[in-house]
């Protein structure tokens, strides 16, 4: 366990409590809460570990971000759904600079108009939160999802 | 199931039932995927040392590849020979020899059985009959071809070779894969809750694109008037679709088509900075090799998407292999990981299709004595000079319909 | 399946593998669904203007209603005449024609085809045939008929009027939709995993009511010693029960019945806060209307519940919609939203009727030769002036052996 | 993010703990959570949505908690079942007077006695909690549930 | 299916489709479960008072077991006898007669129908015809046995007496259950996807034990060189293995057929703390009782694994009962617990078996032509002194083939 | 709802945290989350509510915790699978001398290499944690899952 100054780790909880709601019900801010140059990555467990390049989402930059953003609200065409972040067991692993990096736990279910919900995926967050702005963002997201098989497919980020 | 007329034969419909159907789906896997044809089941790229192994399935079949010692592949059944575990439980791997856990009976890397524990039995009781003869209890064996690094097995015996098998496509493979080492760069695995051949009726339907795929058409990545036309081998079981981009802009007729165009600009361009990389003014070139894969080469975005059956008519496992070359640089990497985006589990034009096609299983299910409709570009199954044509489709279900005896 | 002798008809018994038997389901669909009936598929306030539409299902198959320019109603089915798609991907909505995604293939509220893209091909290569004739590939459309703001849908051809069809029952279903103007106050959606036919088995048995619901005995609200009755059509089809509250105390001889009565009183009594809006004594009317509906009201609460089936003889989706009528004040609202509290999937009623009709899924699926046992009020399937009588049951089973030729 | 006192967060969190406690093995002590005159719902996400009013429970004040506390505990006949809340991102949306709003993620599992568990509901709570007694309170609380299609019946509070 | 010939004879081969054909699943229930077979449902020592009753299952049908107040105990099926409710849904309980939700029918505990509301009907109206008999409408009961504490039930009659049944077998059964009193210290429930066979050919295979279990032998707990014996009764469908602890080091050939040795020390070596407790020099005792249990005893652990199928083909529920001994000091009894780490979802050993019998249905799943072999001993099928051999296994299969007629 | 000193508070959460994490993604440090004379229980709500004693695994000391770990590395077979553990809902339900007396809720879902997550089990913990060290430890813990029939095994630590 890092010793870790206690507000410090309260507004990283609450910075991806923040994240959580804005992807499942905000999305439109979603790119909002990354850094202008920021990365994101979606990437399966597989990949991580066999340390194979491919992501299965990536945004290099905030206009990356939206154009995604544009995609899910405007280009896409998919059955609606509604996902639901579930965040916990979020850890400081470090800390330089203006960044920590954290990771954290998270489960995502997503929910059609007439069925049920189902896991869309569980995995962990690794991240780099900038510290220097006003508000925290990400500099670095990447969302390593453990069950290797999608169920159909991420539309919206996890 | 009778269809077909003077005016109309038959494989320009499609009768439900082959979506849902059980004794379809097992006839299927009979006749196509353990007949007589070629089933991708992997890169040499992802073997390429002595002992290393990965697992796949030929239609619902688990089967394990391997790299001998003197370089060679071994395709064979993950079925120990002993009382039938599923063996090999890791998706790959790198072993002297393939043991199963239950008993340790040990294959080689070609699956010949050599090892059983106890088969001399212990002090003197129990072990094997002496007329046991190992050689008679080895993994059952595909016939494994190769081409250009690029892996095939089949449960037929005298197989033509690959070259011929491809027929008329070849060129287009070899296009891909020219002997060049590949490099993978990372799987994605899919569940899509559809009826397999939807998957590849999806690529030989070269005239969705620029109506299904808003991204496509409103970023003008993607238009009615980009020149295109579809090939196919004499069966026309396999088949390649190629498109030019061009740089003018879309005409007034293509737009008039492309209803939902709606005039977008990137905010991250960087997202499609290809090259040219290949041969010819062809920028998609997108393939079916009969009965498994659709072979990708969406500018600098390559992909093997291979199909996986699992008992189900209504669904199956889609993997997908994402690679580039040996001699790639950095740059190139790079730009084949963000063209990526488009494609896969998470991809701006894959979703789109993932959608439809499981649409199409919830659409057909219920109506096993419907038919699906496929004219356009009248009643031809041949190659073609443009892509608003679905004889694409009609030569697959013609094809099918010939192997399948329906 | 031989059921039946001199003493005991067939229709006293009900086999079990009706409840499990994969082909029995089948000919449900066929003979039940997709045969001579009126399926309920929404209300007219559902899709109160031009462009409405609804997604539904009649039996396993998904169809849309939609509202024309005219005030009309089409239904039909959700399946793209092309290639199968269920294009209609949102349970509801507002537009001017239906497009399917995947090219865009064109309907009008009718389900008429009205749009192909590329249908004379592009630049001059590609397109449909000459001689394709869309009006050939309209969207399949079934009948339509609506009373006093209730929408049904028929496969079959020359149905009677919904009036005829309804027969003896219409008086009770025009008590609740009396021409008045309706207001949607909500959905539920509950997934049983029971075959459909027990929840309507389930209304269809008022013999249960006092025993079952301990909330109901406990609280005073419904006792044996109510007057109640049961109605039927000539077929026996559609049923009717009605019950009265009564405001005395309950008899000896109800109480000595009804064990399970713990005399509770609510600490929110608002919850039964009901008033009388309907003519006549009756306050609470349950109705099933062949084959896919339940009538209910529960003093102030109304409802229809829908079965839909899902390819599965074990399980179905079970859709209500709570209305009022547009006359309603808020008071009026308030008191029938309170009152839901008893119904759906958290209904201090309802709950304990998912349950009983799961343990039967549950004790009836390994029987498929065993049967039950429907003989309290004697024989009879016809009206009766008690409620404690299986006769519901009998003239339900009656009428479905001869359909189904069992 | 609001800016809040980090005490009133970690007590609301406290609160939200206490309340999946109190939901998944003391129930008696539901009503209790609640002020007197309390608003309690669940509502379809669908319904949500649309703006119908239908809820899928609904109680008006405690008299009406405790009822369903009764239903649940001796009238109500059901196959028995044990319920399992997550809550997480539990986020501060406004403040005034004695009342805070909060919204907050929840995933109820059920599991019955001889399966494994399954999804009850995922989705997420939008509470008016009122801070001027000693212990807090639910004034309004309203669980959105994503998966319309409801896997049986909603017995307990989500 | 033909399998055989004079050298190999049909039970020396496995015939892969009996793990997922749902004909002979069906077949399965019909002639085994529900046929001439004494099914394990439970322990005395579960019910020991009047009034108590337990929940289970024989093959598909889920059952009561419940002591009358005579001490006596009744078997019925959980299905009233009314409309088919699975009425009893709690796993166990104590009640002075079991009434169905749905309606109220009430049974006494040994199944006969004692109560039915409203059978009279009510203010004269209603009720049941005269002629109807309760005794006539009893849940079905199945016969009862016990020996030494443990229920069997059959849905034959004129089953012989459970020792007769159990033959040659009895006094294995007899060590385990002796007339002492037991305690059951808990239960385990596992879903476990593969055919319920494959987890009885488990048991019935002591020849995978020094193989697969990597623990026991790394451990030094289970070695090839300890001496073992396998026994039947004359039918071959029960079975017990036993083994001896040697104190010894493994011999040099042991340890060369092992090859998984590691040679580790436990840190905690409180987990296999045991004492000799039972007479004669077996520590580990393994017994299969047709149909539908395993015993275990191994060293202080002692568990019954019982069998429950649900309709599937291709995976059963396993319900474990861990028990000891009234006279157990409190030292015994942690001991047992400690040493229940070996077993269970979680038990070092049993994990193993967990896994290879699920890729087992993985491995012949899709091959359902194909055949596993079980030569390993011979071609025997009876009583051996050692227990690298297969014997069991053919046993088995003879017998099996025999009472499905295959 | 116990009055506790915040920062003890904060400081069992970041145990639970860090916990979730050894289990997933270190678990050769898993021991090492425990006191010496530590147990540790896994047990299913079956037992646990019907007083049965039988644990689905149990470690008496740190010693059998190693033991348990090196079967997981070494010496158990079984298909490879990643699991996640999500705890939130931790409570402080008493304090005595150096220990402190929790509960929390989890989730643990599991993926195999080529499937998608499946809930693997929740249920609640019921731990002692010992606050004498400098770091928080396990004195006590019992693991008890909801869901009794377990979908195959648990072999990695709840
Ligand atoms: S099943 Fe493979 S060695 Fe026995
Ligand atoms: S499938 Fe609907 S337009 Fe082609
Ligand atoms: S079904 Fe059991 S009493 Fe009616
Ligand atoms: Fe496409
Ligand atoms: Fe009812
Ligand atoms: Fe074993």
Chains 1, 4, 6 share one sequence.
């Not at chain 1, 900038?130 to 098989?149: I, M, W």
Request: negative net charge; glycine residues 8%; charged residues 25%.
């Amino acid at each position: 366990m890092e010793l870790v100054a206690p507000d410090l780790h309260a507004r990283i909880c609450a910075f991806y409590d923040e994240y959580g709601f804005v992807c499942d019900d905000e999305i439109e801010r979603w790119p909002d809460l990354f850094t202008d140059d920021a990365t994101y990555k979606i990437v399966s467990r597989e990949n991580h570990e066999r340390e194979l390049p491919l992501p299965t989402m990536s945004c290099d930059g905030r206009g990356m971000l939206r154009d995604r953003v544009t995609s899910m609200l405007r280009t896409s065409v998919y059955v609606p759904r509604q996902i639901r972040h579930l965040i916990a067991n979020v850890r400081i692993t470090g800390r330089e600079d203006e960044r920590v990096g954290t990771i954290a736990n998270f489960a995502v279910f997503e929910s059609f108009e007439d069925t049920g919900s189902r896991i869309l995926a569980v995995g962990r967050y690794y991240d780099l939160i900038a510290t220097s702005g006003p508000e925290l963002r990400f500099k670095e997201k990447v969302c390593v999802y453990d069950g290797n098989l999608v169920p159909g497919s991420i539309i919206y980020p996890l | 199931m009778t269809i077909g007329s003077i005016r109309t034969p038959p494989w320009a419909r499609i009768p439900y039932d082959i979506y849902s159907d059980p004794s379809i789906y097992e006839r299927e896997q009979e006749r196509i995927f353990w007949g007589r044809s070629w089933n991708y089941v992997g890169l040499e790229a992802e073997i390429p040392r002595h002992g290393d192994f990965k697992r796949t399935a030929v239609g619902d079949r688990p089967v394990v590849l391997a790299r001998d010692k003197d370089g060679s592949i071994g395709v064979f059944e993950n079925r120990c020979a002993h009382r039938g575990v599923a063996f090999c439980y890791r998706t790959h791997g790198n072993a002297k020899a393939l043991q199963c856990p239950y008993h340790q009976w040990t294959y080689d890397l070609r699956g010949n059985l050599i090892g059983i524990p106890f088969r001399k039995g212990f002090q003197g009781q129990g072990g094997l009959p002496d007329d046991f003869d190992p050689a008679e209890h080895s993994l059952t064996k595909l016939s494994v071809t190769t081409r250009n690094g690029v892996i095939f097995a089949s449960y037929a015996d005298g197989m033509e070779p690959i070259e011929a098998y491809l027929g008329e496509i070849l060129p287009w493979f070899d296009r891909m894969f020219d002997g060049r080492e590949l490099r993978v760069l990372g799987y994605w695995r899919q569940r899509i809750e559809c009826n397999w051949k939807l998957i590849i009726e999806n690529i030989r339907d070269p005239y969705h694109a620029t109506l299904l795929h808003v991204f496509l058409v409103s970023f003008g990545l993607n238009r009615a008037d980009q020149p295109g036309r579809v090939v196919f081998d004499s069966h026309g079981r396999h088949y390649a679709a190629m498109n030019e981009r061009l740089d003018r802009d879309a005409s007034a007729e293509a737009k008039r088509e492309m209803k939902s165009i709606m005039d977008l600009q990137l905010e991250g361009p960087k997202l499609l900075d290809v090259i040219r990389e290949f041969p010819g003014r062809e920028t998609l070139v997108m393939q079916t090799i009969w009965p498994n894969i659709i072979l990708q080469q969406q500018s600098n975005a390559l992909a093997i998407r291979q199909v996986i059956t699992t008992g189900d008519p209504g669904g199956f496992d889609f993997h997908w292999t994402v690679f580039g070359y040996a001699t790639d640089d950095e740059a190139m990497t790079q730009r084949r990981l963000r063209l990526a985006n488009l494609m896969g589990p998470s991809g701006l034009v894959s979703i789109d299709d993932t959608e439809v096609v499981e649409l199409t299983q919830k659409g057909t299910g219920p109506f096993s004595e419907a038919q699906g409709v496929i004219e356009m570009g009248g009643l031809t199954t041949g190659d073609e000079d443009h892509v608003i044509t679905e004889g694409p489709l009609r030569a697959f279900h013609k094809y099918y319909r010939e192997v399948m005896g329906l």
